[in-house]
């Protein structure tokens, strides 16, 4: 009988064991380009519908924004932004580079949070692209190579600044947890009774907004809640938990596929509700901690071990 918890003991010390993710060379060039490209969503294209901004937010507070309702300097920001952004994705004096980049998008974010209403689509992936353009800073100082450092920050910086994201990635779900937590004086797991009216709320917003009426899985979910109040701990603690334990996906590339499969689960789950799409959440879990590069990697490799002509 011994035997049995030993055995159960060695199994959960090989699910939560640390292993450092060592990031491939490819993996870091081919995740460093296409997080550009979703990062590139996130520079503005024409000026904001904005006249003012009468609640300032971000960088609101220490500068005038004013100049983001001219559309000839939107026009060179929006052209400088992008160039610097492909630049610093190809490994182009990233300090600099990406630094232009982030200035751009936060100056434009800051403008449009002022107004009163604060939105957060795009916050993760801003968050990510200020990891990543640190991480290039950080280098400076690992580096000895001087003015070529900052040119070109090389392999080790690359593989730093998809560590530094991912990080970021599942910290940002960790924080939001606690957020919940501290914001309800610890009773938002518990708060099933509410979670209906949550939903309701949602379906008017939308309906107002969007003239969108909820799918058939929405309405199964009213009904269903209408009946049985409490499952909606149910369905709260879970998501709960997904969220609070996140930083756990750091440990190792198995708790990283399965934190990034049970993330995306749960922002399925809040669209087809309660119609909040946060996609730009969703293709950050895919890349960095689902990772489909790394065990596509895996896969080749194993394949290759395993017909490989015996000496």
């Given at each position: ?15 939560f ?39 300032p937010?971000?960088?609101a ?17 929006s ?6 952004l ?26 449009n ?9 795009g ?14 800073v ?13 040119i ?18 599942a ?22 009774a ?5 939903i309701l ?13 909820p ?11 209408t ?5 909606g ?8 938990v ?27 789950m ?9 996609g ?9 901690l ?6 596509a ?8 071990s ?6």
């Amino acid at each position: 009988m011994s035997a049995i918890p030993s055995r159960l003991r060695d199994a959960v010390g090989s699910i939560f064991r640390f292993e450092p993710f060592q990031c491939g060379k490819w993996e870091a060039v081919l995740l460093r380009l296409i997080f550009a490209w979703l990062a590139s969503s996130l520079i503005l294209t024409a000026p904001p519908s904005f006249p003012d901004t009468p609640h300032p937010h971000g960088l609101a507070h220490f500068m005038d924004l004013g100049f983001l309702r001219d559309a000839t300097t939107v026009h060179w920001l929006s052209l400088t932004a992008t160039l610097t952004l492909a630049l610093g994705a190809l490994g182009i004096a990233e300090p600099l580079t990406l630094g232009w980049t982030l200035f751009v998008v936060i100056a434009s974010k800051s403008y449009n949070q002022s107004q009163g209403v604060i939105g957060h689509a795009g916050q993760l992936l801003t968050l990510c692209l200020l990891a990543q353009w640190l991480a290039s800073v950080w280098a400076l100082r690992k580096s000895a190579a001087g003015l070529r450092g900052l040119i070109w920050g090389g392999l080790e910086s690359w593989k730093r600044q998809v560590w530094w994201i991912t990080q970021t990635i599942a910290a940002s779900y960790t924080v939001s947890a606690c957020t919940k937590l501290i914001n309800s004086d610890f009773t938002w797991p518990f708060r099933g009774a509410h979670f209906l009216v949550q939903i309701l709320k949602a379906h008017e917003e939308n309906r107002a907004s969007y003239l969108g009426e909820p799918g058939q899985f929405a309405q199964w979910t009213v009904r269903l809640l209408t009946d049985h109040p409490t499952l909606g701990n149910a369905m709260l603690i879970p998501a709960f938990v997904l969220e609070f334990f996140a930083f756990l996906a750091l440990l190792n590339r198995r708790l990283s596929l399965a934190f990034g499969l049970g993330l995306l689960a749960f922002h399925n789950m809040t669209d087809l509700n309660m119609a909040i799409d946060f996609g730009a959440h969703q293709q950050l879990l895919w890349l960095f901690l689902v990772n489909p590069i790394f065990w596509a990697g895996a896969a080749i490799l194993l394949v290759r071990s395993r017909f490989r002509p015996q000496a």
